[in-house]
């Protein structure tokens, strides 16, 4: 089952775009260093080309420095690589250390991306190369342009369309939001209406990335105003829960964002608000150790210098390869995901290895190499999306064309087979640190970080309804943006959870309503903010709302079973009342039986 779920294609659509310009990035540099006479310099450049696998859709603005930073980071971990080559400990500790430090960014962060690996590939790449620790800054250089190239490339959808990834989410947005008023009264409302709390969250993720306080430009302003139509209409459902008129439910589904951004303002309100926590606050939080953004990091950077040293310490023929293909194992989000990433990448790799073991063995010319790892990196592109394995059939022998294209293979059965022998162990190191180190982080976690988001709920739903709001900006509240923390971090614990331990799966999966419910009322919760006449609940009342969420928490933290307590109600707001209840039921649930709690 666990093999065969490795192997599974994966139906989306294939970004063909994507893949040809990731091909182009790829072509170019080797192409300039063969017209230039050299050759070798093109390869080193084309490392760099490796930035525009970063590229995702996300706001310019922020494509723009990840991009940077990728590039930035390529080139130094090239640069770090030919200056430690002569020694194989320090290489080894520092390969771990790049690791690290990359899976910690890419995770508190949230980017989308192959986080680590292609930071990784440039160092250990680098290692086995001719060994002149004074060439590290021109290599280096060599391989900035390559990422500039791949971050012009990466960003030249912005000239035509500098809104697009806003844009997108927000019609998602209104796609699902249909889908939710089309599904209410039916048994598909609760599965509808998770998937739209979700789209509200990562579209509002989306535009707080875009945003730039000194280009708050009418388009985007529109969008922004978009959104909280959106929601305003979401709540106004959520209230009534009855059906809408046909005709606003057609609206929804047919509305052009691509127009109505054209419109002029007019006499719309278009004050806006964006709060974000600085980066500051964000590696803070992901910064403690019940942060499984922090312990990813550290065995991931842990389990690469162990293989990092393995390697060096046999002789091992260009033994960076084991490094390589314990990175790409590891970057499984958990043991499930490790496990199908180690079968993958081992006979994905090995038929890789024969393509490219064919391709060397014919001593291509150049231009026939630049044609190869054009068509590579596309197929890679187009095919990482249906199957980490089938990229793996792309990616080794674009590797090994990057790194061996200049040294005649005068062996092919032990090119082969010593490229296999690294994968294989790199692979086989990988599994086990995962297995070994944190095996259960994230079930160890799961309810630690729901008795911290339900009491970060508590906080900021007594600053909401308390008489002691007045006069207090709400948007950039250290409670509202410790409560979103909270419940993102606790979703990711969960999903990592569920991959664990396939033994416990249905005991684990008895949570998921309870942390659908705690992400739905953490959206009312942040909704309701943004209405100035809101009620002020009296001292009792509080007091008891108080009480109801401390009493959920300690059931959890303290494994007894739940006893349902009296929830007051808040007037206008009673879907806010509501779903507590429904809070407690899910909970109550979940600590009738506390061995279930991890």
Known sequence: MLIDHAFTINKRPLPWTKAISAGICSGIPVLVGLLAGKFEYGLMAGIGSFTYLYVF???????????FFALLGMSISVGLGTLLAPFPIASALVVGLIGAIATFIFGALRIAGPAAIFFVLGFAMATGMAIDPSLAPFRAGLVSLGGGLAWVIGMVGWLRNPYGPEIIAIKKTYQDLAHYIDSVGTNRSDETKRRLVSTFKSTEDTLSAGYAAWRSSEPYIQLILLYERANEIFVGVLDKNEMVPPQLLTAIRNIAVEELIKEPLGEIDHEINISKPSLKRIFNDSFNRSSLVLLTAIRYGVVLSIAAIVAYSFDFNRSYWITLSCAAVMSGSSIISTFHRAIQRSLGTVVGILIATIILFLHPEGIVIVIAIVILTFLTELAIVLNYAIAVLFITPNALLLAESTTPLQHAAYFTTARITDVVIGSVIGLIGTLLIGRRQASGLLSDLMV?????????????????????DFKPFLERNAMKTHSNNLRLVYTTALGEMPSRKIALESFNPAIDSIEHLGYLLEACQKYADRPTLSDESLAQLLLVFETMAAAIEHRYPLSMKHVPEIQAFSKIQQEIIHLQKHIQMITAQSESIP
């Open 452 to 472: 911290q988001t339900i009491r970060s709920q508590q906080q900021y739903l007594f600053l909401l309804f308390s008489k002691h709001r007045t006069g207090l």
């Open 57 to 67: 859709n996300i706001p310019y603005a922020q494509r723009a420095k990840k991009l």
